[in-house]
């Protein structure tokens, strides 16, 4: 029997940026959902419930930005993983939710991919502590 595939969902304004990590991710062998918005991606979280991870860009159209959505994941649904991207210097890494990992922009897939890999490990790790 075949292991159910780790979902990701990729939230990124930008369609090339946004197909050049799914592609990524789906050769890693995750499946992955996308959102264009931060206002897309809670669409998407409030319909499913089997989302491991969100990759997250910072800046987004729309009165949210990724930093907004990492701290909702976060305080809503803590067994998702979370990794929160940005080409922006200025980026306050105490802004982001504590579990939350940060890769900055422009970033190589292989890392991206071996950042959600490390998002989830760390969050089944956590999960398995709570339980025990």
Same mark, same amino acid.
């Given at each position: 029997?075949?292991?159910?595939? #780790?979902? !990701?969902?990729? %939230?990124?304004?930008?369609?090339? +940026?946004?197909?050049?990590?799914?592609? =990524?991710?789906? &050769?890693?062998?995750?499946?992955?959902?996308?959102?264009?918005?931060?206002?897309?991606?809670?669409?998407?979280?409030?319909?499913?419930?089997?989302?491991?991870?969100?990759?997250?860009?910072?800046?987004?159209?729309?009165?949210?930005?990724?930093?907004?959505?990492? #701290?909702? !994941?976060?305080? %809503?649904?803590?067994?998702?993983? +979370?990794?929160?991207?940005?080409?922006? =210097?200025?980026? &306050?890494?105490?802004?982001?939710?504590?579990?939350?990992?940060?890769?900055?922009?422009?970033?190589?897939?292989?890392?991206?991919?071996?950042?959600?890999?490390?998002?989830?490990?760390?969050?089944?790790?956590?999960?398995?502590?709570?339980?025990?």
């Amino acid at each position: 029997m075949q292991k159910p595939s #780790r979902i !990701v969902l990729v %939230v990124e304004d930008e369609p090339l +940026i946004r197909l050049f990590l799914a592609d =990524a991710l789906e &050769d890693a062998g995750f499946a992955v959902l996308e959102a264009g918005s931060v206002l897309e991606a809670v669409g998407i979280l409030g319909l499913r419930t089997d989302v491991d991870a969100i990759f997250t860009d910072v800046d987004m159209p729309g009165g949210l930005n990724g930093i907004d959505l990492a #701290r909702m !994941v976060a305080s %809503v649904s803590p067994h998702i993983g +979370i990794v929160v991207t940005s080409g922006r =210097a200025d980026i &306050d890494r105490s802004d982001l939710p504590a579990k939350a990992s940060f890769l900055p922009k422009p970033y190589n897939t292989i890392v991206a991919v071996a950042t959600v890999e490390n998002v989830i490990q760390h969050n089944n790790e956590a999960i398995a502590r709570t339980a025990s």
